[in-house]
């Protein structure tokens, strides 16, 4: 069956082969069985619905992704919904943190090969799963992960690991304010492990009660404790963001360049207690 799959929103990991959309048809678009519209955030569910309309008259039409059914426990097939050297090998997060969209219990997948780890929380996952995932990764090069590793899993057994790896990148996530303590624990352990440009953070902000002063503190103290950091600006499920959301977007994107954020931190030693 040929099926056309179609994504409201691209992101540096949607697939790019000549069956992959990212708007309406047009008049050499080639006949198709099936559309699947794959819907990954829950803002899209309006852009959704248009592409639904849009794509009806080339071929029946089904909206799933995670938005949509959340993390099932749905085998995972390379490349159909994910790009070249995306895997994901487990699917949900036991931690039901209260600022975080993923409900559902962690779910191991067969592993399949890729040098990009986009599981919710690979650590999470059995010591049997665990041994899986290295020793695909072992074949592997230019090895990140990209979904995010959970600092409070975060060992010197785990850091070893990831040393042996020909590894990128990794990153952590830095979520709220309570969880520093167990931040600057799991740098700790990686710096003794890894290098520095090896290891960075997603660090949430905006989210309710926060603000520039506060985010760009939390933000200081992530590369104080030894990590790159990535700004990730809070979005209701509506989609909406903290206002004033231009001043919010703004301060955003000046602490995603690392060149830049070097720059600024270049006085701050790894360690120093930032106020």
Known sequence: MKVARVFPTRTSMSPTDKDAYFGPPDLFTPAYDAVHISVLFTWDFGKAEQLRREWESVAPVTIGGPAVHGELPEPFVPGLYVGNGGTITSRGCPNECPWCFIRHPLVELDVHPGNNILDNNVLASSPAHLDAV???????????????????????????????????????????????????????????????????????????????????????????????PFAMLYRAKDGSYPQPEKEWRHFQRSWVRPAAIRATMKNIKQGEIVE
Not at 137 to 165: C, N, Q, V, W, Y
Not at 174 to 185: A, C, K, Q, T, V
Request: proline share 1%.
């Open 134 to 228: 290295f020793q695909m990764l072992d074949r592997e090069r230019e090895i990140k992960f990209t979904g995010g590793l959970d600092a409070a899993r975060i060992t010197d057994d785990i850091a070893e690991r990831l040393r042996s790896l020909r590894l990128r990148r990794v990153y952590l996530a830095y979520d709220h304010p309570s969880r520093m303590n167990g931040f600057r624990r799991a740098t700790g352990i990686l710096s003794k492990h890894l290098s520095r440009e090896q290891v960075s953070a997603y660090v949430l902000i905006g989210h309710d009660g926060d603000t520039m002063d506060k985010a760009e503190g939390r933000l200081r103290e992530t590369w104080a404790a030894g990590a790159m």
